[in-house]
């Protein structure tokens, strides 16, 4: 079947504008999670969402960055004013629960350049 | 909070070598480790994983033994191959009891290049 996809593959922005990115998970999975990948390091969570619970929001880096979902499809995070610290690939996964050692799958990422 | 150190990288080896990269954790209660991998132009994948102390995650040769005493989760296999090139990263899912229950917290990832 269909995996995670995330569009668009890439993106390139002045400092100052808003982006958003979007995520579609796999079709039934409850689960979905972004992370930030920087060049040379490891992944940063940044969101996750579980059914209709309330998102877990503790890794979002700053007041710029928001995400949404719609029920249990497509997500959405927005980066506004952003900086060139920004610059980075987002990864988007889904699993079938976020209960338990459930595998994440994982999108293949944007990667957003600030210039 | 939780945290994964994976060995610095980049490693090189010559086919058939022996492959070891180390991981070691920081997290209360009983997380569950996993490594995943990331070969070049592909999205990341799950390589194996491990619930509880003790348990060995295997696939396509690689192993890794979750090691509560020493809170390690060290991947190793025994004869690398060209097409094992990737980074490879280390990370664990907080247990129920923790605030960090549902996310994965990665290690900085190892790049691992095999030469023929």
């Known amino acids: 079947g269909a995996g995670v996809s995330q569009s668009p593959s890439n993106k390139v922005t002045e400092k100052g504008k808003d982006v958003e990115l979007r995520c579609d998970p796999i079709s039934g999975h409850t689960a979905l999670y972004w992370y930030r990948q920087r060049l040379g390091q490891g992944l940063e969570f940044l969101i996750y969402?579980?059914?209709?619970?309330?998102?877990?929001k503790s890794g979002l880096p700053s007041d710029r960055f928001s995400a949404e979902r719609t029920g249990e499809s497509v997500s959405t995070l927005t980066i506004q004013r952003t900086q060139q610290e920004d610059s980075a690939v987002y990864l988007c996964?889904?699993?079938?629960?976020?209960?338990?050692?459930?595998?994440?799958?994982f999108g293949p990422g944007t990667r957003l350049t600030v210039t | 909070g939780n945290s994964v150190t994976q060995m610095e990288g980049p490693v090189t080896l010559s086919e058939e070598a022996f492959l070891t990269i180390n991981c070691t954790y920081t997290?209360?209660?009983?997380?569950?480790l996993f490594w995943y991998v990331q070969y070049p132009g592909e999205g990341l994948q799950l390589l194996l994983k491990?619930?509880?102390?003790?348990d060995k995650g295997s696939n396509k040769g690689f192993e890794a033994t979750y090691r509560k005493e020493t809170t390690s989760f060290h991947l190793e296999k025994g004869s690398v191959q060209v097409s094992d090139s990737a980074v490879y990263f280390c990370a664990l899912k907080g247990d129920a009891g923790g605030t960090s229950y549902g996310k994965l917290t990665f290690g900085q990832g190892t790049i691992l290049t095999v030469h023929p």
């Open positions: 996964a889904s699993s079938s629960r976020g209960t338990g050692a459930y595998e994440q799958y």
């Open positions: 491990a619930t509880k102390a003790d």
């Open positions: 969402f579980q059914g209709n619970s309330a998102p877990d």
């Open positions: 997290a209360t209660g009983y997380p569950s």
